[in-house]
């Protein structure tokens, strides 16, 4: 049949787009003198971390810079389920994140964080999740359209943007942000282009002078986002209808712990949401069109599957099961490019790790995806595009804690499931219909910033396949 993927496949020499790796970590010195190294940090970790389980590592000059990389699949599963309460998130990562962001659920802890993930969860469960896929196909059947109507090549992180913050407006936020897309788009690219200078900030100065700083680069992208926050809060409570995530907070107003929940609160979750609901899954997507340019025998195989599942009709919740190979791709695509690149963690006191090693209270703890996701004891070719490595016997393989493209522990993304259903079915859509090139894939290389993103717009050309006629 069509689709059915040998689990053999082999494909083309070309390995996709990824920072050289020093033989040693960057040095003090070399750090001062070059600050520009810490501007791209996945470029600066050493050869013999792709390897390894463990190692020391040093950023900045402030005693919170200086930590243990952790690299093994065992240990990360201690640091962030069976201790997680040992290891809560570093404050110099929170040093960027909450003046953007605020008090939201990526940030929050405590009671706080507990009891708005409780009310966000009913939303997010698969069984829900699946009452969006009408929305995820329109959507994308709407930009597609748009697309090829315009017959010129196009930006596709840009467009996978517009996309997927349409989705996000209206099933999460119970709003139309049609009209304030671009403003959206422009201040979260703004604000995460000056991430380097606030992960310098956040390394080399201390607490006080470090949040100053920070303040002072986020806030007008805070303003901006602020902005936009309101604006869906005052349509929300104007519309009065929908069971959304934002309806549900707002109701809710007198939380379990009797304390009305502000609406500076609310604000903070609908940024949180604006930013992290969209942004994980088009960047997730535009990474995939990426690799399906160098291999375009991949593509292939999502239409021959697409075909066998649903003919030339749109795709549906009830499609997303068989179609395995096009979830392989996705699995593959946030293997080489997960969202989050690196993971910091605080060590309150001192601990053991399964193995025996002994780790110190007061020192940081560096998780990355980035790395344990190439890791070359547990990864087959680990630098290679290969999604059968996803399907059959192969996936059986893949160790628990050494894929996190969503994190892990009761700080696992709440999103996973929705973002996995948009992904799957915007790709799916969009294959079934067309074929699309990336014409500047030669120059995309990845940068880390809050999220792994290209280093250059991406540049396509979408073409209307043979088959279809619309």
């Known amino acids: 049949m069509a689709a059915q993927i040998a689990t053999t496949t082999t494909f083309a020499d070309t390995i996709p787009a990824r920072p050289h790796a020093p033989d040693k970590a960057p040095g003090l010195a070399s750090v001062l003198l070059r600050p520009h190294l810490l501007g791209n940090l996945i470029a600066s970790f050493p050869d013999f971390w792709y390897e390894t389980d463990f190692s020391d590592f040093r950023v900045g000059i402030a005693s919170a810079g200086r930590g243990i990389f952790i690299n093994e699949p065992n240990a990360i599963r201690h640091v962030l389920v069976t201790n997680a309460e040992n290891y809560p998130k570093d404050e110099n990562q929170l040093s960027i994140l909450k003046p953007l962001l605020g008090n939201g659920l990526l940030t929050a802890d405590g009671n706080i964080w507990k009891r708005n993930r409780k009310l966000a969860a009913p939303i997010f469960q698969h069984s829900s999740v699946k009452d969006f896929a009408p929305l995820f196909v329109a959507v994308a059947e709407r930009s597609l359209d748009r697309i090829l109507a315009n017959g010129e090549p196009f930006l596709i992180d840009r467009e996978m943007t517009r996309l997927t913050l349409e989705i996000i407006g209206e099933s999460i936020l119970g709003a139309d942000l049609s009209n304030d897309i671009e403003g959206i788009a422009d201040t979260v690219t703004h604000t995460l282009d000056k991430f380097p200078a606030m992960f310098l900030a956040s390394t080399f100065l201390p607490p006080l002078l470090r949040d100053g700083f920070i303040e002072r680069l986020v806030q007008p ?250």
Request: aromatic share 8%.
């Open 221 to 470: 992208g805070r303003r901006s986002l602020d902005g936009f926050a309101r604006k869906i809060i005052k349509y929300a409570k104007a519309k009065k209808s929908e069971n959304t995530l934002l309806k549900r907070l707002m109701d809710a107003s007198i939380a379990d712990d009797g304390v009305e929940m502000s609406v500076d609160q609310v604000r903070d979750e609908v940024a949180t949401f604006l930013l992290a609901g969209h942004e994980t899954t088009a960047t997730t997507l535009s990474w995939a069109w990426y690799l399906l340019t160098l291999h375009p025998e991949a593509l292939r195989h999502i239409q021959s599957e697409i075909e066998e599942t649903a003919g030339n009709r749109p795709l549906t919740a009830d499609d997303v099961p068989s179609l395995r190979y096009t979830r392989a791709v996705i699995d593959e695509t946030l293997r080489l490019y997960p969202v989050v690149a690196n993971i910091m963690r605080k060590i309150v006191k001192d601990d053991e790790m399964p193995d025996g090693t002994e780790l110190r209270g007061g020192r940081t703890i560096l998780i990355s995806p980035w790395v344990m996701h190439r890791h070359r004891s547990y990864w087959r070719d680990p630098d290679r595009f290969d999604p059968t490595r996803f399907l059959g016997e192969q996936a059986k393989s893949v160790p628990r804690y050494g894929y996190l493209p969503f994190g892990g522990g009761a700080r696992v993304c709440i999103g996973a499931s929705f973002a996995l259903l948009e992904a799957v079915l915007i790709l799916g859509t969009y294959a079934r219909r067309a074929d699309i090139r990336i014409v500047n894939a030669d120059a995309v290389m990845p940068q880390a910033r809050i999220v792994l993103r290209p280093t250059v717009p991406i540049r396509a050309i979408a073409t209307l396949r043979a088959n279809q006629l619309r």
